[in-house]
């Protein structure tokens, strides 16, 4: 199956790249090369509206790997 992302809604896109994110700051703390609290500093910088799904996300990864 083939997926072009740049066909996507802008909203869809955005939702991908924190996903990214998240992701990435859940694969950061299982390497041992961030805290908890660092990830959680970032994911309080952001606008409300995002911090919710990032936090959701990052704890859902965390649990995956």
Do not use: H
């Not at 997926?3 to 703390?29: F, G, H, M, T, V």
Request: hydrophobic fraction near 30%.
């Amino acid at each position: 199956m083939n997926y072009n992302l740049c066909l996507l809604p802008r909203n869809e896109k955005y939702q991908i790249q924190l996903d990214y994110e998240a992701s990435y700051w859940a694969y950061q703390i299982k390497k041992g090369k961030t805290s908890r609290d660092v990830v959680y500093g970032n994911i309080l910088a952001r606008p409300s509206s995002e911090q919710d799904y990032l936090k959701q996300q990052f704890e859902q990864y965390l649990t995956v790997m």
